[in-house]
């Protein structure tokens, strides 16, 4: 009995050091399926918002997996800046996100809201416990970055990356999979449904 006691207090260690996020922090949820519903009150709609200036666009699109998965584990919808170099992109390309301007009708309230910038950095704080977390609760965060920054999250709680691996099929520690993934997200191709499947036919 002595035994069976000590493997199930394991457990449940193990299990509260993989589910020790604050449910204000982390929300598993694929933004790929648009139309965020909070799910409960205390919730509200968040967006990370993607573009980019000031440099080339291949610069900001080498960025993007890392802000992709950032509103992945928050819960956030993506929207792309109508003017940033991506948002000319997707003006011309039928991207797998809307711009900003389109969803207004939607949500009139987010042209009263500020809009914070974040980079990898402040990805990170966000799910650091304790006295050095920095949780960002705005409504509206501009990924900020130019810089192949993937896998951000994988140094952190086993979580984060098993949550990534639920929705994209891949391992929890392939992050070239990731990325692969998020990139068909952007660029929509309406013959593939989820990025399994690009993955199961070695595209």
């Not at 949820?29 to 000031?54: K, N």
């Amino acid at each position: 009995m002595i035994s069976t006691a000590i493997r199930l207090l394991s457990l449940v260690l193990v299990l509260s050091t993989i589910f020790a996020y604050d449910e204000k922090s982390f929300h598993c949820r694929d933004p790929d399926l648009g139309g965020q519903t909070p799910s409960d009150g205390a919730l509200r709609h968040r967006f990370v918002l993607i573009g980019g200036g000031g440099a080339g666009i291949g610069n900001f699109l080498i960025f993007y997996p890392s802000a992709y998965y950032f509103a992945m584990l928050t819960g956030r919808d993506v929207l792309v800046l109508d003017d940033s170099l991506i948002g000319e992109m997707c003006q011309i390309l039928q991207c797998g996100f809307p711009l900003l301007s389109e969803v207004g009708a939607a949500f009139p309230n987010l042209k009263k809201e500020a809009i914070r910038g974040a980079n990898t950095w402040a990805f990170q704080k966000h799910f650091y416990e304790g006295d050095e977390a920095q949780p960002i609760e705005d409504t509206m965060v501009r990924a900020d970055g130019s810089k192949l920054m993937s896998g951000w999250y994988s140094q952190l709680n086993a979580n984060l990356s098993a949550c990534i691996s639920r929705i994209t099929g891949c391992e929890p520690d392939d992050v070239f999979c990731h990325d692969r993934c998020v990139f068909l997200y952007q660029m929509r191709d309406d013959s593939l449904d989820r990025c399994y499947v690009v993955l199961s036919h070695n595209v």
